[in-house]
Every structure is written in structure tokens, then in C-alpha cells.
């Protein structure tokens, strides 16, 4: 099937409607048309959509949503019912097929559009067609918003990251649905393999737990595996953002260090804040080495062994006394299941390895840029971009989330990212585009950012 059999959900309507006054079709790519008489008839799937458009512009406008692959062709069809929707003020909701998404691959498979897929041009192309649906979509709002005098014309575009892929038309009144493709999320790979029409009543051929079936899941990829089409990279500060140490971890080792260094606490911070630019921009190569310098500024005779001791006390600390901040776990996972792109631009030096292997936050985000390894340090505006050049995205695409710290704010900003800023970070709350004062908030104001 074409691109124009993608998935269109209608919502909404005249609650006054009963029922659309319109024949029950079923069609079975795999099933034969009933030979036991009655109104069952075969045909083709544009002559049924063609039916469908004018059965739904013979209804009041209501609220549409739309889901499948990119959707692109379907608009040539719907484009009347979209537009007609849209002027009257109603919801218009789309959902594409990620280019990330592992069902790119199974829509290609099954569909057998190649004998060997090349995934990497797959998934260019695909986001090639989801650009010229988005394209055409936002050019029609601007065309709304001119000749309707709307002030609001409201359009959400999302991209869904999941492995059953849907396609057809339906009512929330459930009387009326058109479907040329579906996998079942129930059994997914089971290909349904049918197309119909209903009117809703007794005769309909179609079973009503395919119906539910169907609109439950929209309605789940929209609240739980999507993300605007606009955004699509998150990129995260690492420390006091993500992970912490645990406060009485690190007192208990830093009374450690200085019992076994001859070094006062207060002079430990004092070293330890001294060291810190040449160690997280890599020129103090290990955590050895770091200790081995505090001893020398200190005064102390810098023995290897006692250095090599400190070391180890640090990396310990930071493999088993790491802890995630708040919801932060939580919130990865779901970003990660909506399908975002998901990355960590840390300043840190070569101790954060540790403290990376304790927390288990690669599981999250597969990219890391550390500040010991590239010999830069935020907030210099080529470290941002270097993370998005390695995403394979755009600055206006990629929104940076910290803390507030180093400045990061304002490199993030001038290197073309949105801003979130974790916290109240006083002044810094200006240089953000929005604050939030825990991570659980993170996921709806990305959906905000649409």
C-alpha cells in the first residue's frame, strides 16, 4: 500500500451525530468479500477514502488526528477535511513514524520496499518526507491564520517512537473507520490485513476490540511515545543536574584524604578548586596525577604511593556513593521511550569515569562529551556544537538542561540551543527559556517547545 494508507483518527464531532449515513464496506487483502450476500463489497482504497472524506465534510468539522508513516500523501486526500477542521477552530493532531524509531524498519521489512535496506538511507529519507509534511502543514496554518483571522490555529505535530505501526481513519463516536494497514499492538508483527468501512451498526463487519484497540493506542503513542517534530535532541550537565554524591560520602573521604595527606580540610578545598580547570580541561591527565599536584602545591613530599591511595579513595566515593537527582532516572527513561535523542556535555575531569560506571546512566544516554577528553570546557559555544554536529542534528533542534553553573547557560544559548535551568539559579534565570525546579516537569515543557 501507498502512503496515502496511513492512519487518520477522527475525534470529536457533533455529539448530535449518530451515525454516518453511508453503506459498511469491508475489504480483505487477505480475507475474501463475503459470499453470503448483503451490502459487503470490494474496493479499491482510494475509492474508500474518497468515501470517507465526503461522509466526514458531510458532518459538522471536529477534531482530527492523524498517524502513520509520514503521512505526506495522505494529505492530498484529507487536505479539505484538515483545512475545514482547522478554519473552525478545531484540534488537528499528527503523528509521523520517528526516523529513529525501530518500526522504520519493521514498516520496510514487511513492506518489502527493498531486498537489502540501507537503514542510514532509510531514515534520511524519512526525514526528508516528515520536513515536507511539516512544511506543507505549517504553510496551511499560516494560510489559515491570514484568510480565517484566527489568532490561534491549532496544529500539534509530533514524531511517535514505537515498534507496531498503524494506519487508517476512525471516529471517537466510533462510526466510522477506514484502515488499510495495521499491525496489531496486542501481538505485534501480526499484520490485521483489512480495510473497512462502518457505519456502527449491528451489520458491521469490522469486531469492536480491533476498534478500541485502535484508538487507545493513538491515544497512547500521543501521551507516552512522542515528541514534537521540532525538538528532538535533549543534551544534559551531568553533575548536580543528573547524579550527586551523596553529602556525608563525600565529607567521611575528604576526612580520609586529609588524614592520610597531612592536609587540613580547608586547604584540601582550597587545592582541590585550584586544580580543577587544568584537570577538567585535560591537562592534569588522571586523578593520580591531580593528587600528586595538590601534594606538591601543598608542600608535602609528593610520594606516588600516597597519591595513588587519594586516587582510589576518590574513584570509590564516585562509583559507590553516586546517587541520581530527583525523578532524574525517571525522566531519562521517558525521554528516551518518547524518543528524543539523549546526551551528557559534562565539565569534569578523568574521575567522572567512576562516577559514569556507578550511576549506569549510559543505559539513557548513548553520547558523552567530557571536558577532560575534547580539552574545552563550557561554556565555550564549539563544545555545544560539537554535540550537535556528533547528534546529527541542529541547534534550534537541541535543547541543553543543567544547573547554571559554569555559565553553561549562556554558552548553551549562543551556540544556537534552547535552554532549561534546573533550579533558581537567581540571574541565571533569565538566560534560560524556562525554569523547571525538578526533572519530572522536563518532559511537558519540551512538548511546550512544539
Not at 478554519?87 to 526516523?99: I, N, W
Not at 554535540?387 to 543543567?402: E, P, Q, T, W, Y
Amino acid at each position: 500500500m501507498k502512503d496515502i494508507l496511513n492512519v487518520l483518527t477522527v475525534a470529536g464531532g457533533v455529539a448530535s451525530v449518530i451515525a454516518l449515513c453511508f453503506t459498511c464496506y469491508f475489504l480483505g487483502r487477505r480475507r475474501p468479500a463475503s459470499s453470503g450476500g448483503g451490502d459487503n463489497k470490494v474496493l479499491s482504497a482510494s475509492t474508500a477514502l474518497e468515501r470517507f472524506v465526503r461522509a466526514a465534510l458531510a458532518k459538522e468539522p471536529c477534531n482530527l488526528d492523524l498517524i502513520g508513516y509520514s503521512v505526506h500523501a495522505l494529505l492530498d486526500g484529507l487536505q479539505p477535511v484538515v483545512r475545514r477542521s482547522l478554519e473552525a477552530g478545531k484540534r488537528v493532531r499528527v503523528l509521523m513514524l520517528s526516523p529513529n524509531s525501530a518500526g522504520l524498519l519493521e514498516k520496510s521489512t514487511l513492506e518489502k520496499e527493498e531486498q537489502r535496506i540501507d537503514l542510514a538511507k532509510l531514515r534520511e529519507r524519512n526525514r526528508q518526507q516528515i520536513e515536507k509534511t511539516s512544511e506543507r502543514l505549517y504553510d496551511l496554518v499560516g494560510q489559515i491564520r491570514y484568510q480565517a483571522n484566527l489568532a490561534e490555529v491549532r496544529l500539534e505535530v509530533r514524531l511517535y517512537n514505537q515498534l507496531p505501526v498503524y494506519r487508517g481513519v476512525a471516529s471517537s463516536l466510533r462510526d466510522a473507520v477506514f484502515t488499510s494497514y495495521l499491525i496489531d499492538p496486542r501481538r505485534p508483527g501480526r499484520e490485521l490485513g483489512h480495510i473497512f468501512i462502518t457505519d456502527g451498526a449491528a451489520h458491521s463487519p469490522c469486531r469492536a476490540d480491533e476498534l478500541n484497540a485502535f484508538m487507545q493506542w493513538f491515544e497512547y503513542l500521543w501521551n507516552h511515545r512522542s515528541r514534537p517534530a521540532t525538538i528532538e535532541c535533549v543534551v544534559f550537565d551531568l553533575y548536580d543536574t543528573l547524579i550527586t554524591v551523596r553529602p556525608e560520602a563525600r565529607s567521611d573521604a575528604r576526612v580520609e584524604m586529609c588524614r592520610l595527606s597531612g592536609i587540613s580540610e580547608q586547604e584540601m578545598e582550597q587545592y582541590w578548586e585550584q586544580t580543577r580547570e587544568d584537570s577538567n580541561g585535560g591537562r592534569i591527565a588522571s586523578t593520580k596525577d591531580r593528587f600528586m599536584r595538590i601534594l606538591e602545591i601543598a608542600g608535602k613530599d609528593a610520594h606516588e604511593e600516597i597519591a595513588s591511595q587519594l586516587s582510589a579513595i576518590e574513584h570509590r566515593l564516585l562509583r559507590e556513593d553516586i546517587e541520581y537527582c530527583s525523578h532524574a532516572a525517571e525522566t531519562l527513561r521517558t525521554l528516551a521511550e518518547r524518543g528524543y535523542r539523549l546526551a551528557i556535555l559534562t565539565n569534569c575531569s578523568a574521575s567522572v569515569i567512576s562516577a559514569i560506571s556507578g550511576s549506569g546512566i549510559t543505559r539513557y544516554a548513548a553520547l558523552l562529551r567530557l571536558s577532560f577528553e575534547m580539552g574545552e570546557l563550557k561554556p565555550t559555544p564549539t563544545v555545544y556544537q560539537d554535540v550537535v554536529a556528533a547528534l546529527a542534528s541542529m541547534a534550534s533542534r537541541c535543547v541543553f538542561v543543567g544547573d547554571g553553573a559554569n555559565d553553561e547557560m549562556e554558552g548553551a544559548r549562543e551556540a544556537g540551543l534552547k535552554t532549561v535551568l534546573l533550579g533558581s539559579a537567581g540571574v541565571k534565570r533569565s538566560l534560560a527559556d524556562y525554569t523547571i525546579h525538578d526533572l519530572s516537569e522536563l518532559p511537558d515543557v519540551l512538548l511546550r517547545m512544539e
